[in-house]
């Protein structure tokens, strides 16, 4: 794969690419470290477009496998970013091994993330390392006393942060942390939410002093009632006091007006709905062990031999067990099949001696042996074909849609000759 970076192809700082790039959002970040009174996240409502909105929270490793089919399904897909739905840095650890993960198997894909940027300076350097390019930090003031009405609390470690202390020490942060991103290099885009009668008259003033520092566009973004936010009451800005703002604001930093309010689990398109396939891919991921790479690196494949995919599960006294390594797939092992006339027992000896494999490949497999082998968390695919395509797909690099054959039981291969499902 290509290495190189190109930052031009980000839909969010490059208005003209918009329908042409898409970016995927990973949400790994559940914890936050600063409460906003505009805000409520919830993790579980598939129908809102908002920030701090996701359909599960994933692990690392559980982002990667994710991210590995929807690249697969979605070669549009030029953006990875993380946005929550808490903060990328109250949950440092997940976030930089995500990225550490995501730029090692793919390189070519811009990096980016949003944050409140509490806990971003100590983390500006690895950023850097991990050639994230873009970073996006929300300011909604730069007067501490203004803070204080957006911001409930801040917490740092175990001490509590409140009114004007808390509102002084997140912009004094949130300062020094835009220079140090300038310095290493990164793009900066500032989000500035407009809350009627807290900060409407204040947003141009964060627009100058965030300007002065170096940063390279500020999106101004219209607050909106939440249910259950200490705001909820409050009314959104009107359409012409949003506008009028924005006309300011655009004198004296670029602006971005193309913005669709993504959510922490956004993929795709700006704008575009998140398909049903993504949510349940998102949610199977989510449903895997913590660290699907490692404790499932292996692929089966039920083979006579070892080109093809071509055996009834039934029927195979081995099954072929591959690995994946820098692009290239390699036999582990074979191993024996149990023998036949135990038979819910056989499948789950199977699963335990594959219970390293994340997928079984087979040309046909019985009902008992589906139903047993899934409860065990080994995903069967029918198909048939070069093994070497299958393996592409089961290691996100393809697709099963050319491979798949119909559903083949024992009755429709062995006329229940006494090789199938026992």
């Known amino acids: 794969m290509n290495s190189s970076v190109d930052p031009s192809k980000h839909p969010c700082f490059n208005d003209s690419v918009r329908h042409e790039f898409g970016r995927i959002h990973l949400p ?79 390189p070519s894909l811009i990096l980016c993330l949003a944050t409140n940027g509490f806990n971003l300076l100590p983390n500006i350097h690895e950023l850097a390392r991990l050639k994230v390019s873009h970073v996006t930090i929300t300011v909604n003031a730069v007067d501490p006393a203004i803070g204080a009405q957006v911001y409930a609390w801040a917490r740092d470690g175990k001490t509590l942060y409140r009114g004007k202390e808390a509102g002084a020490l997140i912009w004094e942060r949130q300062r020094v942390a835009i220079g140090e991103l300038k310095k290493n290099g990164i793009t900066v885009k500032i989000n500035s939410i407009l809350i009627p009668g807290i900060n409407d008259d204040h947003i141009p003033e964060v627009a100058r002093t965030v300007r002065a520092l170096g940063a390279d566009v500020l999106n101004c973004i219209p607050m909106v009632p939440v249910e259950g936010a200490e705001f909820e009451d409050l009314p959104a800005p009107s359409p012409s006091s949003l506008e009028g703002t924005r006309n300011e604001i655009e004198k004296i930093i670029p602006l971005m007006r193309h913005c669709t309010r993504c959510r922490a689990d956004a993929s795709g398109l700006l704008g575009e709905p998140m398909a049903e396939e993504t949510v349940q891919d998102l949610r199977e991921a989510a449903s895997l062990p ?104 089961a290691f996100g690099k393809g697709n099963f849609s050319k491979l798949h054959v119909p559903w083949r039981g024992c009755g429709t291969v062995c006329q229940g000759g006494g090789g199938g499902c026992g």
């Not at 579980?44 to 690249?71: F, H, I, M, W």
């Not at 079984?360 to 048939?384: C, K």
């Open 290 to 393: 913590s660290r699907p790479e490692e404790v499932r690196p292996y692929v089966a494949v039920a083979s006579r031999e070892g080109v093809l995919v071509n055996q009834h599960l039934g029927e195979a006294e081995d099954i072929w067990v591959f690995a994946e390594s820098d692009g290239q797939y390699i036999l582990v092992e074979k191993r024996k099949t149990p023998a036949p006339g135990a038979g819910e027992d056989r499948w789950r000896e199977l699963a335990r001696a594959l219970k390293d494999c994340r997928l079984l490949l087979t040309s046909g497999a019985g009902l008992s042996p589906l139903r047993t082998l899934t409860e065990e968390g080994l995903r069967v695919e029918m198909v048939e074909g070069l093994i070497s395509s299958g393996l592409e797909a």
């Open 28 to 106: 790994v970040a559940p914890r936050c470290n600063v409460q906003c009174r505009f805000c409520n996240r919830k993790f579980d409502c598939a129908n809102e477009t908002r920030p701090g909105v996701t359909s599960a929270v994933l692990s690392p490793g559980q982002a990667l496998y994710y991210l590995k089919k929807a690249a697969a399904k979605n070669p549009r897909l030029a953006v990875v970013g993380i946005a929550g739905p808490g903060d990328p840095f109250a949950n440092a650890e997940q976030t930089l091994e995500t990225l550490d993960l995501v730029r090692r198997d793919f």
